[in-house]
T-cell receptor, first 112, second 116 residues
Framework: KQEVTQIPAALSVPEGENLVLNCSFT??????LQWFRQDPGKGLTSLLL?????REQTSGRLNASLDKSSGRSTLYIAASQPGDSATYLC???????????FGKGTTLSVSS | GAVVSQHPSWVICKSGTSVKIECRSL??????MFWYRQFPKQSLMLMAT?????????EQGVEKDKFLINHASLTLSTLTVTSAHPEDSSFYIC????????????FGPGTRLTVT
């Protein structure tokens, strides 16, 4: 059974810092991996999607990498801003494309 | 990007009543829709998967007679919580996926259900 773990569970940083969020998964047979952002009481916003054949994806200040063989992904946020404060969720899609399994998330707080 | 809406965004109901939540894909045909539940400070838990015109597939431990899912068209799925109890209070989120790869799921904004 696929399990997704995110470390750390919470992170507080001052504005301007670069930071890394970690995600690991137990079954490397995945179709893709997605990083989401969730603000309190809100739905999910998709940040980056990495196909199983890809190594990384970039969008603005965000860079996500994927090492499928070792079951790891990282989300790199450059020059963090207070507006980046949110919970970041990692999720892997099974090979059949039918089930998206989520980690518990990393709650990020960026202080000004 | 694809847009998914949910209605209502929040609802309060009394114990024993039923509540229906709608999930709509606004600008694409969603062959598959997913329903998730999220408890405070917890991650999303998949409840069920529904394909248009078929019966939903429920995850282990989810009562199909309590959480009725209907996916009658390519743009609409509904979740009905029957005979609601306070422990059903939660944040319910739906997502929708199209026919083609990469099978990306697009999420709705969620519905906060409070059962008193």
């Amino acid at each position: 059974k696929q399990e997704v773990t995110q470390i750390p569970a919470a992170l507080s940083v001052p504005e301007g810092e670069n930071l890394v969020l970690n995600c690991s998964f137990t079954d490397s047979a995945i179709y893709n991996l997605q990083w989401f952002r969730q603000d309190p009481g809100k739905g999910l916003t998709s940040l980056l999607l990495i196909q199983s054949s890809q190594r990384e994806q970039t969008s603005g200040r965000l860079n996500a990498s994927l090492d499928k063989s070792s079951g790891r992904s990282t989300l790199y946020i450059a020059a963090s801003q207070p507006g980046d404060s949110a919970t970041y969720l990692c999720a892997v899609l099974n090979q059949a494309g039918t089930a998206l399994i989520f980690g518990k998330g990393t709650t990020l707080s960026v202080s000004s | 990007g694809a847009v998914v809406s949910q209605h209502p965004s929040w609802v309060i109901c009394k114990s024993g009543t039923s509540v229906k939540i709608e999930c709509r894909s606004l600008d694409f045909q969603a062959t598959t829709m997913f329903w998730y539940r999220q408890f405070p400070k917890q991650s999303l838990m998949l409840m069920a998967t529904s394909n248009e015109g078929s019966k939903a597939t429920y995850e282990q431990g989810v009562e199909k007679d309590k959480f009725l899912i209907n996916h009658a068209s390519l743009t609409l799925s509904t979740l009905t919580v029957t005979s609601a109890h306070p422990e059903d209070s939660s944040f319910y989120i739906c997502s929708a996926s199209g026919r083609t790869e990469p099978y990306e799921q697009y999420f709705g904004p969620g519905t906060r259900l409070t059962v008193t």
